[in-house]
């Protein structure tokens, strides 16, 4: 039998998004810390928010919206760090996502640490991270709507339809989408699934789940090229596809150099030698290593001990998708050593990428 809640004076706050202040969202960020049931703004649609730590808001909420026991709520963060509070592990695509797409209309399912699947959102709406950092609470909302009809997005429809229900209403204007959030699954064992389609559209979302390689030498401009070429041709041959629709299979090889300068275009005996082994040389331009490539790949590959060792200092959670490309000895910089110093070391790249590929 349904619990039956007692008629609440609902609070209605306006806060225009244009100008928030801490004393216009000090009370309702105090009512929801207490265990209140709180509506709020997003740039999709309006929440409804209750505290995961108070069991009784939990109650009422799940009540309120006539969800399952077993229903998951998205968590809305105020801090992407919040994160890794909630979460062990965050795969190299999401990562990628999270700094592409938030704050936004993106939702990550993704498992915590008590091994569940949950969503994870981080709104770019200026109250609702206003609200979500002054509660200090970890915040469940799920979308605004009664019974099985399209979620709100109207505070004035709102509060006609659940006045008496909840404790305080956010009234910032019609949300900016009106429309839900997109949702990528990274439990799945594909590694990245649409589960929803929502404001984020598709492509951009297929674009940034793509496997992303990274070789790393020193100047970028000779062995970490030579193997980004060597290993698209590997790749291409495995999959049956040309080169040039790697990225539609979801692959991306990439390059950069621990000291390289960007900008430096590869030198004329790497182009010559990839071309003699049968690769489409690419006339791009070297790229200095940065935390944000680190932290976006899904394997890395260096060409010595000692770039090994740079990747992991500069990304330290970086240590278990890093290794050395030949794992018996380094490949030596072939810069200055003439031509059959470069055709020896491409040789010892394609002799170790053989086993890379079949591991892929």
Not at 67 to 86: M, N, Q
Not at 121 to 139: F, G, H
């Amino acid at each position: 039998m349904p619990i039956q809640w007692p008629l609440l004076e609902t609070r209605i706050f306006t806060v225009p998004r244009t100008r928030v202040r801490t004393e216009d969202i000090a009370e309702p960020a105090k009512i929801l810390a207490a265990g209140g049931l709180v509506v709020f703004p997003t740039e999709t649609l309006y929440g409804l928010g209750a505290s995961l730590e108070r069991p009784e808001a939990m109650e009422r909420l799940m009540e309120l919206t006539k969800s399952p026991p077993d229903r998951r709520l998205t968590i809305h963060l105020g801090h992407a760090f919040e994160l890794t509070k909630h979460v062990r592990e965050v795969p190299p695509a999401a990562r990628r996502m999270i700094r592409r797409f938030w704050p936004g209309p993106l939702t990550l399912l993704l498992q915590t640490r008590e091994g569940i699947v949950r969503g994870f959102r981080l709104s770019s709406d200026e109250v609702a991270i206003a609200l979500l950092r002054a509660a200090a609470v970890p915040v469940v909302a799920p979308p605004v709507a009664v019974g099985d009809a399209p979620p709100l997005s109207d505070p004035g429809e709102i509060a006609r339809h659940f006045s008496g229900r909840i404790d305080a209403l956010i009234d910032s204007g019609p949300s900016r989408h009106s429309r839900l959030s997109t949702i990528v699954d990274f439990t799945s064992p594909k590694g990245c699934v649409i589960a929803r389609e929502g404001v984020v559209p598709r492509e951009k979302i297929e674009e940034a789940c793509r496997k992303r390689i990274l070789f790393v030498c020193t100047g970028n401009t000779c062995r970490s090229p030579m193997a980004a070429g060597l290993m698209r041709r590997a790749l291409a041959l495995r999959l049956g596809v040309p080169e040039e629709k790697l990225e539609e299979k979801g692959w991306v090889v990439e390059s950069a150099g621990v000291g390289a300068y960007d900008g430096a275009p590869a030198t004329e005996e790497a182009m010559r030698v990839v071309e003699e082994m049968g690769c489409r040389a690419r006339a791009g331009s070297s790229r200095r290593l940065t935390e944000d490539m680190i932290d976006g790949a899904d394997r890395i590959f260096t060409m010595t001990r000692a770039h090994l060792e740079q990747v992991i200092t500069m990304v330290p959670d970086a240590v278990g998708k890093s290794r050395r490309l030949d794992q018996t000895r380094d490949i030596e910089d072939p810069i200055g050593g003439g031509v059959e110093a470069y055709r020896a070391a491409a040789r010892q790249i394609k002799k170790a990428l053989d086993s890379v590929v079949k591991s892929l």
